[in-house]
T-cell receptor, first 114, second 112 residues
Framework: EAGVTQSPTHLIKTRGQQATLRCSPI?????VYWYQQALGLGLQFLLW???????NRGNFPPRFSGRQFPNYSSELNVNALELEDSALYLC?????????????FGNGTRLTVT | QQQVKQSPQSLIVQKGGISIINCAYE??????FPWYQQFPGKGPALLIA???DVSEKKEGRFTISFNKSAKQFSLHIMDSQPGDSATYFC???????????WGAGTKLIIKP
């Protein structure tokens, strides 16, 4: 079974630009979660999508947004990039809303804002 | 805001030793406690998980000990190997409340 795939692997942007990150979940998984992991730090919850709807969001400003497509893939958009947005962005998927089953993570997109 | 407190932040253990990472939670509604392992440049992966109806779960060299009354759980890595060097995250889940709270992570280094 193919794992969670994220693209691009690396992304370099300048301050003020917009970034778009993409995620394809494991086949059969309808829930997609986005996390931010700053260097050396923990996992900060960004967004949870299920069945095309945003189910929950973390404590991040509105310039962090996303969507989930009918095939359950998802994209994360970060507008008006700031230097502190530099981080590893991880996507995870699970069966519908089942947090008590394994979350399967991709290997992330490393976003660098200069 | 509900927290899961994880300690230590970093840990150095000699090869062959026992690595112990501890987590404590507050909300008694949590009903699933997973541990994830993350290698550099990779996403976290589920290592082992426990539900509060058991006090211990063992998978190979990895054991979770769970103390429901103290609201604490810990990961024990027996015979630690250099390949175990990674960052470990505990988490607490309340499926009914759609909550997943992560610990801050522990960077484990196993010295050969």
């Amino acid at each position: 079974e193919a794992g969670v795939t994220q693209s691009p692997t690396h992304l370099i942007k300048t301050r003020g630009q917009q970034a778009t990150l993409r995620c394809s979940p494991i086949s059969g998984h309808t829930s997609v979660y986005w996390y931010q992991q700053a260097l050396g730090l923990g996992l900060q919850f960004l967004l949870w999508y299920d069945e095309g709807e945003e189910r929950n969001r973390g404590n991040f400003p509105p310039r962090f947004s996303g969507r989930q497509f009918p095939n359950y893939s998802s994209e994360l958009n970060v507008n008006a990039l700031e230097l502190e947005d530099s981080a590893l962005y991880l996507c995870a998927s699970s069966l519908r809303g089942q947090l008590n089953s394994p979350l399967h993570f991709g290997n992330g997109t490393r976003l660098t804002v200069t | 805001q509900q927290q899961v407190k994880q300690s230590p932040q970093s840990l150095i253990v000699q090869k062959g030793g026992i690595s112990i990472i501890n987590c404590a939670y507050e909300n008694t509604a949590f009903d699933y406690f997973p541990w994830y392992q993350q290698f550099p440049g990779k996403g976290p992966a589920l290592l082992i998980a426990i539900r509060p109806d058991v006090s211990e779960k063992k998978e190979g060299r990895f054991t979770i000990s769970f103390n429901k009354s103290a609201k604490q759980f810990s990961l024990h890595i027996m015979d630690s190997q250099p390949g175990d060097s990674a960052t470990y995250f505990c988490a607490a889940v309340s499926d009914s409340n759609y909550q997943l709270i992560w610990g801050a992570g522990t960077k484990l280094i196993i010295k050969p």
